[in-house]
């Protein structure tokens, strides 16, 4: 599946340099190689159709679709623990002495070197695209450490990317606030039943609503009393629900019914529905991206 449901959004701050062939060859350089017998994880690019296809990136609508994947070894720090105190009291009982803290780190990384052969592999794909006509990075991830984590590896593959960290000349918090305390959001966002509020400025005071009417006095009460919102859920155009969050990110993405009807039916193949559904959803986040950040007063200027 091809449909993202999150978003952390980062801005080129210069046009992409490379075609299609030249990106992919970039790619190559960096492909996923399993982990050894010794190895606690590996991370390389991945092909964005699975693990039957080879090729690494797919081009349309001006954009590029690519995968990362990370490898991890699955040791339970239960089983180490289990392992490392078993071979102590062995060692500990033959020698009729106690060991030192430090011989006892070095006996634990024996025993994770002995444990990992025998370990399984759990993979993780972080799916992403750029937007060569917008300079956007869009990641497919919850978490910013994360796509944090993917851009630094993508940086490593290219040799050098310049990123710039999107701003709105009106902070999101504030905007959002006025729009439940003066029921005056845009039309073409419509607010849910659930939000997260607290003291934009010390990051305290939390308070989460969920299934409630966010225009009831309670929860309003709050926002008049000085809490800002600091997520919102939302429906957009009744094509996208999602969770917007002050740092220009989207969770808990969710395609509605309008939209995903409209995926192409004639696919025959796998490629060809992811293809489909790629296009479709470009264009939609394209016009996504451009109503939030305008309901914003815009992006700003970056420095």
């Not at 996923?32 to 590996?42: F, N």
């Not at 062995?90 to 020698?95: A, D, G, K, L, T």
């Not at 011989?103 to 592999?121: C, G, I, N």
């Not at 990317?161 to 918090?173: C, F, G, I, Q, Y």
Request: charged share 25%; aromatic share 10%.
């Amino acid at each position: 599946m091809v449909w993202f449901k999150n978003v952390q959004l980062f801005r080129l701050a210069e046009k992409f340099p490379y075609s299609a062939e030249e990106f992919a060859e970039k790619l190559q350089q960096y492909q996923l190689q399993p982990c050894s017998r010794t190895q606690l994880s590996s991370e390389g690019w991945v092909s964005p159709f699975g693990k039957h296809n080879s090729e690494l990136i797919h081009a349309a609508n001006g954009s590029f679709l690519f995968a990362l994947c990370k490898e991890e070894k699955l040791l339970p720090s239960a089983v180490i623990k289990q392992e490392l105190e078993d071979k102590i009291a062995v060692v500990e009982q033959e020698q009729d002495r106690h060991l030192s803290r430090k011989q006892k780190l070095h006996m634990r990384e024996e025993v994770v070197h002995t444990l990992l052969p025998r370990a399984f592999s759990r993979r993780k794909i972080t799916l992403a695209y750029i937007d060569t006509i917008n300079n956007y990075l869009v990641i497919d991830s919850s978490s910013r450490s994360r796509a944090e984590e993917f851009t630094e590896f993508l940086r490593r593959t290219l040799g050098s990317l310049k990123l710039t960290v999107l701003k709105t000349n009106h902070r999101p918090s504030l905007v959002m606030s006025k729009w439940l305390l003066e029921n005056t959001n845009p039309i073409s966002f419509q607010p849910e039943d659930s939000c997260e509020m607290l003291d934009i400025e010390k990051g305290t005071g939390v308070i989460k609503c969920s299934h409630q009417d966010l225009l009831a006095n309670e929860v309003l009460g709050h926002l008049k009393s000085g809490k800002k919102l600091a997520q919102l859920a939302m429906k957009w155009c009744d094509k996208l629900s999602f969770v917007f969050n002050d740092d220009l990110s989207f969770k808990r993405m969710r395609f509605l019914d309008l939209l995903k009807e409209n995926h192409d039916a004639n696919a025959e193949t796998k490629e060809q529905q992811i293809d489909a559904d790629f296009v479709l959803m470009t264009n939609e986040f394209s016009q996504l991206f451009e109503d939030i950040f305008k309901s914003f007063g815009g992006l700003a200027e970056s420095t």
